[in-house]
């Protein structure tokens, strides 16, 4: 069963379907995908299947794993269950990052920490992972993990900075290392600038997707990144302004999925990938959520594409039925006769004789009244 992991900053966890939210036109406000509370905020989601592994990797630098169905299934208004109740994590030990793993045979972890750190770890050195965590990456003060990602050996690996930036550079650039190295320069950044997304080049997802913190968003060609070698600037993916904000996700696409966006109190919108412009690198994109004052996203997950359905019957489908639009059956049962019919027919026969069109008149109405008893 496809599924959807929703994780909080704050350790909440849960699992849904993804088929709880209905595509909607691009710019609609999304409806809520997971009550959080006021300091929590959505950290990630991720789409995966329940029988495959799913990979949790902590600030200490820790691993632990669990199959999917074993995260507890919630509704979307649910913050979910902590992660505690689930991982054993030490004392002040929390959940930095996570990944999906259908099996541990073949292929590599490609590991990007927030201030642009990479290392290549074989996959098979996670299969024995202890029920209290195993070390994954030995991490410094200031730095923590930001992403982790499968690939093969052979791929191209384009990583995002907030600062507007992305760098291309093959794998294989980056030596296997063991569990507890610590990488290697794989962007260079400057001051406050640290790395947002991390994407695997392949051969269907020909498109880079652009997320900034307030909501604009753009396809571009990922043949408009050149490939360098690591440790560069980049070149620049996103044109950011005070108007769309800095880059907050960079992700490959096929163009046929669904985007789901998520602002850090909670919403969640879901859009076409189709309906996002494709364009050159150095533009600003378009708004594809209409946040709220406040609101800035959070992350973002791809999902299999589904029917669009109109925005009018999203919003009337949560909403109850209003009891003026509830049909009213009347009762039929024939009424019973009363005094006032006989009263009205001695009126009629104490009629002057001189008004006689009024008398007709009353003639007619008793006639209907004895049709209708």
Do not use: W
């Amino acid at each position: 069963e496809d599924v959807i992991i929703a994780i909080t900053t704050n350790g909440y966890v849960k699992r849904m379907n993804v088929d709880v939210y209905k595509s909607q036109n691009r710019g609609g406000r999304g409806k809520t995908g997971m009550k959080t509370n006021e300091d929590d905020i959505i950290d990630s989601i991720i789409a995966m299947s329940t029988h495959d592994f799913l990979l949790f990797f902590t600030s200490f630098g820790r691993v632990y794993k669990l199959k999917g169905y074993r995260i507890p299934s919630y509704g979307r208004n649910s913050k979910g269950l902590p992660i505690v109740n689930l991982l054993s994590l030490g004392e002040n030990e929390s959940l930095t990052a996570c990944v999906s793993v259908k099996d541990f045979t073949e292929g590599n972890l490609f590991f990007t920490t927030v201030k642009g750190l990479v290392k290549r770890t074989k996959v098979s050195s996670f299969q024995n992972i202890r029920i209290n965590g195993i070390r994954a990456v030995s991490l410094k003060d200031d730095d923590q993990l930001q992403s982790v990602k499968l690939t093969d050996g052979t791929r191209d690996i384009i990583i995002g900075a907030s600062n507007g930036k992305a760098i291309r550079f093959n794998e294989k650039n980056v030596r296997i290392m063991g569990r507890n190295a610590a990488g290697v320069r794989g962007i260079s950044l400057n001051g406050n600038e640290e790395v947002i997304g991390v994407t695997i080049v392949t051969e269907d997802r020909t498109q880079i997707l652009a997320i900034t913190e307030k909501g604009y968003g753009k396809q571009t060609s990922v043949d408009e990144y050149r490939l360098q070698g690591r440790g560069g600037k980049g070149v620049k993916t996103i044109h950011v302004t005070a108007k769309n904000g800095n880059l907050k996700k960079l992700i490959s696409v096929v163009g046929d999925e669904d985007l789901l966006v998520v602002t850090d109190k909670g919403m969640i919108i879901r859009v076409p990938i189709d309906q996002i412009a494709q364009t050159k690198r150095a533009t600003q994109g378009v708004k594809i959520i209409n946040l709220l004052e406040g609101h800035v996203v959070s992350t973002i997950a791809m999902v299999p594409k589904e029917e669009l359905i109109d925005d009018d019957e999203a919003e009337i489908e949560d909403k109850e039925l209003p009891e003026e639009t509830i049909p009213v059956v009347h009762s039929l049962e024939p009424l019973e006769k009363t005094s006032g019919y006989q009263e009205l027919t001695d009126f009629d026969n104490d009629v002057d004789s001189d008004d006689a069109e009024d008398e007709n008149e009353d003639d007619e109405i008793n006639d209907i009244l004895s049709d209708s008893y």
